[in-house]
């Protein structure tokens, strides 16, 4: 019984000191030195220490070719058409009748489960179906490229459309897509550049549905093409994406408060400096987190609706180059605000990296064209807020 008892005591006891050390709050970062060697715990706030802090956006270039989502549509922010190439699969039973022109098409229908929305449900959506006339790739396509690309716009080979919020469905010009069989079986009988989806001129949202590197894209967005050996049989074939892109021409973001930018089609995004020098150079830093505020009056935000906001050190803040060498921070948005740690950030700074501040953009800027003002440095009531808690070295 004795040796039950002392056997609870030592428990109680390592669970005290257990329980101890988890709530100690500045316990990211003090277990790097020996206790001896800290002194006191300190904090420096920007909500009530002056510190030096500077801000500014800009446009970037963006790569979209690896995009999870395809954008169509236009709003007062963006404009975005999208461009696919289709791949017919043919089986071998039946290519051998293609190749003697026994083959025709029918009818082909797509069939798009929207996971992407900019703008009032409410608001008209239409698209036309262009032709594209020469060859394209989704890595060099952008505003430039796209408004010298050839497209047939003379004929909308759309037909028979169904939009609702969940479902969109239309047919394609069957001798269209007869090219594209024939193309798929001999490159000389059929051409096959792939369609432009355009926005009509009344349209008023945005929206996206998956793109070839989404694995949604297979259940999502179906292509479905039917066939017929003349006099004998019907069958239906499915068509996949090889190739697809969204170019977006956007309105230049501009704030009547001092507010940033961070946008998605066009990647806008902001930079932020603080100037750190005030702090004691041998220290350890046990937390620093950073928290921007959104202003929802000079924002345009679509479902999904851009959670998360990647931080990144810069290198050269006037080239807006970024110092790849280290990992990316994230801040999270709850309510109007996003905050994320950026402890390792400040801690290299004060090792003695040149702090040139940090790069903010929204992680889904190749999947959204979101509009995200936040507080800037010069903001009266959204200014970002920096809280650094540190500790002495002896």
Same mark, same amino acid.
């Given at each position: 019984?004795?040796?039950?008892?002392?056997?609870?005591?030592?428990?109680?006891?390592?669970?005290?000191?257990?329980?101890?050390?988890?709530d100690d709050p500045s316990s990211t970062g003090l277990?790097?030195?020996?206790?001896?060697?800290?002194?006191?715990?300190?904090?420096?706030?920007?909500?009530?220490?002056?510190?030096?802090?500077?801000?500014?956006y800009f446009q970037d270039s963006l790569a979209v070719?690896?995009?999870?989502?395809?954008?169509?549509?236009?709003?007062?922010?963006?404009?975005?058409?999208?461009?696919?190439?289709?791949?017919?699969?043919?089986?071998?039973?039946?290519?051998?009748?293609?190749?003697?022109?026994?083959?025709?098409?029918?009818?082909?229908?797509?069939?798009?489960?929207?996971?992407?929305?900019?703008?009032?449900?409410?608001?008209?959506?239409?698209?036309?179906?262009?032709?594209?006339?020469?060859?394209? &790739?989704?890595?060099?396509? !952008? =505003? +430039? *490229?796209?408004?010298?690309?050839? /497209?047939?716009?003379?004929?909308? #080979?759309?037909?028979?459309?169904?939009?609702?919020?969940?479902?969109?469905?239309?047919?394609?010009?069957?001798?269209?897509?007869?090219?594209?069989?024939?193309?798929?079986?001999?490159?000389?009988?059929?051409?096959?550049?792939?369609?432009?989806?355009?926005?009509?001129?009344?349209?008023?949202?945005?929206?996206?549905?998956?793109?070839?590197?989404?694995?949604?894209?297979?259940?999502?967005?179906?292509?479905?093409?039917?066939?017929?050996?003349?006099?004998?049989?019907?069958?239906?074939?499915?068509?996949?994406?090889?190739?697809?892109?969204?170019?977006?021409?956007?309105?230049?973001?501009?704030?009547?408060?001092?507010?940033?930018?961070?946008?998605?089609?066009?990647?806008?995004? &902001?930079?932020?400096?603080? !100037? =750190? +020098? *005030?702090?004691?150079?041998?220290? /350890?830093?046990?937390?620093?987190? #950073?928290?921007?505020?959104?202003?929802?009056?000079?924002?345009f935000i679509g479902s999904p609706s851009s959670d998360?906001?990647?931080?990144?050190?810069?290198?050269?803040?006037?080239?807006?180059?970024?110092?790849?060498?280290?990992?990316?921070?994230?801040?999270?948005?709850?309510?109007?605000?996003?905050?994320?740690?950026?402890?390792?950030?400040?801690?290299?700074?004060?090792?003695?990296?040149?702090?040139?501040?940090?790069?903010?953009?929204?992680?889904?800027?190749?999947?959204?064209?979101?509009?995200?003002?936040?507080?800037?440095?010069?903001?009266?009531?959204?200014?970002?807020?920096?809280?650094?808690?540190?500790?002495?070295?002896?």
């Open positions: 019984m004795k040796n039950c008892f002392k056997l609870f005591l030592i428990i109680i006891l390592f669970s005290s000191l257990f329980i101890s050390c988890s277990g790097l030195l020996p206790g001896d060697d800290l002194v006191g715990m300190n904090v420096l706030d920007s909500d009530s220490t002056t510190i030096n802090m500077t801000s500014s070719s690896g995009s999870d989502r395809i954008l169509i549509g236009q709003t007062s922010t963006a404009k975005s058409y999208g461009l696919i190439k289709f791949y017919v699969i043919i089986p071998d039973s039946i290519s051998t009748q293609v190749g003697k022109d026994s083959i025709v098409v029918r009818k082909c229908w797509v069939e798009i489960n929207p996971n992407y929305l900019l703008g009032d449900n409410a608001q008209t959506f239409d698209f036309n179906i262009f032709k594209i006339n020469q060859e394209w &790739s989704a890595e060099d396509m !952008d =505003l +430039t *490229t796209f408004n010298s690309l050839s /497209v047939d716009r003379g004929i909308d #080979l759309s037909s028979n459309k169904s939009i609702t919020d969940t479902l969109i469905k239309f047919q394609i010009s069957s001798s269209l897509v007869n090219d594209w069989v024939l193309n798929g079986v001999d490159s000389l009988k059929g051409e096959n550049h792939g369609v432009l989806f355009s926005p009509t001129n009344n349209t008023n949202r945005i929206i996206g549905f998956p793109a070839l590197t989404s694995t949604a894209s297979l259940t999502d967005f179906v292509v479905k093409i039917e066939i017929e050996k003349l006099g004998h049989y019907l069958d239906t074939l499915t068509a996949s994406t090889t190739e697809d892109a969204h170019v977006v021409d956007y309105t230049v973001p501009n704030s009547t408060k001092n507010n940033l930018f961070l946008m998605g089609g066009a990647a806008y995004r &902001s930079q932020m400096y603080f !100037d =750190l +020098t *005030t702090l004691p150079k041998n220290i /350890v830093i046990n937390k620093a987190s #950073l928290d921007v505020f959104i202003d929802s009056t000079e924002s998360t906001v990647f931080a990144i050190i810069l290198d050269d803040s006037t080239n807006h180059d970024i110092n790849s060498y280290y990992d990316i921070s994230y801040l999270f948005r709850s309510d109007k605000k996003y905050s994320g740690d950026i402890t390792a950030f400040v801690q290299r700074w004060i090792d003695g990296l040149e702090n040139q501040g940090l790069r903010l953009n929204i992680s889904d800027e190749a999947n959204s064209v979101n509009k995200i003002a936040i507080g800037g440095t010069k903001s009266t009531n959204y200014r970002p807020k920096l809280k650094i808690v540190y500790t002495k070295r002896q």
